[in-house]
């Protein structure tokens, strides 16, 4: 459904009294939004908002949040009937054209992504120039920016056949670029994609699998690769997709653009929350040792946060986490696994819920919290947890920078500041500073 302009909002100056009607925006569902873009032309004022927690980037319908009840949507399906009946190419399809495909449209697409997974052979030797102990994210930055020295047919943003290849192309080989920077890590050899595989059971198979050894992919496993993937696949305009569109406002390249992304989303306050859920139920060690931590979390002098909880749009559960909780324990129950960091985690979850500083903020578990345990019982090292976020969000990414190439409305994003610095002075020659 597109955009309806309802009512108009006023802004008066104090000083001059001045009046001005700025026009509302309704969307299909959600706030209605303040259209501010004429606002400096006609009353040389910019707005203020850093963290753009007031602010709307750009017109979007790919993912709906409604924070407050703890809803996603992605083109209107609520992302647990995605997880429990859909699959990750699937939601990748539908978030690239905007609905499911049907049989047809969905044997195509999978075929195509299937024939995109092998990666270009020289790009094996960037892999050679890391150390063996970089962290695979920096890896990740670094090949992923590295893709648009190899495929310069799906550079032109103008050409929306390029465009497609390299959407293509980014979701089909991020995997087997994941893969490689694991493998590489723990000095293995790599592992070339298996067309036969599922995509889920191709990424565990060049993951885990070993030239000395038959390699069975376990369905379980392979289930919850698959789901871990759709949970991450898109969130809205969060900082990683942010940047992505920034970067790409510019016309930059979409390989380019993704490694923005990646960089982005490395941070411990987005994609990197996950691994450090996990450093810290680690740190915490057990069930007595959770009330300092808490008692940390709630110290404003202290930065120490707990990782995992709270969120920017969600002030209620974060309906991913549910779905991830409920397949942490079906991956603990078929691997017979019994991780005292999951008893660790829950217990952290009831106290923290039932405390009024996380209550009265409505700090609740985000979708990182119960990742980490998933992927630690499924052989993951802690260091991968955000590359996988990765692979998933690529589709995310492109589908978003996609449909902001379509834009007819799109325009190069440049923010304005609220400048604090010295006025202008005259320049002191070097014998006449102090
Ligand atoms: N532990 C303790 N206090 C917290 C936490 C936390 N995890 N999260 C927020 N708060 C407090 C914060 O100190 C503030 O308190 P006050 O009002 O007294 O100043 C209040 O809650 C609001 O927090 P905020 O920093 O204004 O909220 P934000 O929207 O800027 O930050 C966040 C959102 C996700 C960065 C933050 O909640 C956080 O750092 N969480 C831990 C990291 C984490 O789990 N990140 C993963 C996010 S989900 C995956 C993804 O989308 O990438």
């Known amino acids: 459904m597109s955009k309806t302009n309802s009512a108009t909002f006023s802004l008066i100056n104090d000083a001059t009294g001045e009046k001005f009607a700025m026009p509302v925006l309704d969307g299909s569902v959600g706030p209605s939004v303040i259209d501010v873009r004429r606002l400096y032309t006609q009353t040389g004022h910019f707005t203020y908002d ?12 790919l993912t709906y949040i409604d924070g407050d009840a703890g809803v996603l949507l992605h083109r209107g399906y609520r992302i647990e009937d995605l997880a429990e009946q859909s699959s990750f190419l699937e939601v990748a399809y539908l978030l690239l054209y905007g609905d499911l495909p049907n049989g047809g449209e969905r044997d195509k697409f999978v075929h195509d992504i299937t024939y995109h997974t092998m990666l270009h052979e020289q790009l094996i ?40 290849v390299a959407s293509y192309r980014l979701i089909a080989k991020m995997p087997t670029i994941a893969a490689m920077a694991y493998k590489y890590s723990i000095g293995q050899p790599f592992n070339y994609p298996q067309n036969d595989l599922s995509f889920s059971e191709n990424f565990l198979y060049m993951l885990f699998a070993v030239p000395a050894e038959q390699y069975e992919v376990n369905p379980v496993l392979a289930k919850a690769m698959d789901r871990l993937l759709i949970l991450h696949a898109d969130h809205e305009q969060n900082a990683s997709t942010s940047t992505v569109r920034l970067a790409g406002s510019s016309g930059a390249n979409p390989f380019a653009c993704m490694a923005a992304g990646i960089a982005s989303l490395w941070g411990p306050a987005h994609g990197g929350a996950n691994e450090a859920v996990l450093n810290m139920l680690n740190e915490v060690g057990h069930k007595d040792n959770i009330g300092s931590y808490v008692k940390k979390a709630k110290d404003k002098d202290d930065p120490f946060r707990l990782m995992g909880f709270g969120h920017r749009v969600y002030k209620n559960y974060d309906p991913r986490a549910k779905v991830m909780m409920q397949s942490c324990h079906e991956v603990l129950e078929d691997l017979g696994v019994d991780d005292p960091l999951l008893e660790l985690a829950m217990e952290f979850e009831k106290i923290a819920r039932e405390d009024e500083y996380f209550i009265e903020r409505n700090l609740y578990p985000n979708v990182d919290f119960y990742s980490g345990i998933i992927l630690k019982a499924m052989g993951f090292p802690s260091d991968m947890f955000t590359v996988l976020f990765a692979v998933a969000r690529t589709v995310g990414w ?37």
């Open 50 to 61: 850093p963290g753009y927690t007031s602010t709307g980037s750009c017109e979007s319908a």
């Open 125 to 164: 030797n960037f892999y050679r120039g890391f150390r063996r102990d970089a962290h695979p994210m920096a890896i990740m930055c670094g090949v992923v920016g590295a893709l648009s020295s190899f495929y310069h047919d799906s550079t032109d943003i103008n050409d929306p056949h390029a465009r497609m």
């Open 398 to 434: 492109i589908a978003q920078w996609k449909e902001m190439i379509e834009d007819p409305t799109q325009k190069i994003g440049r923010p304005r500041q609220l400048y604090t610095g010295p006025t202008e002075r005259p320049y002191v020659p070097i014998n006449n500073r102090k």
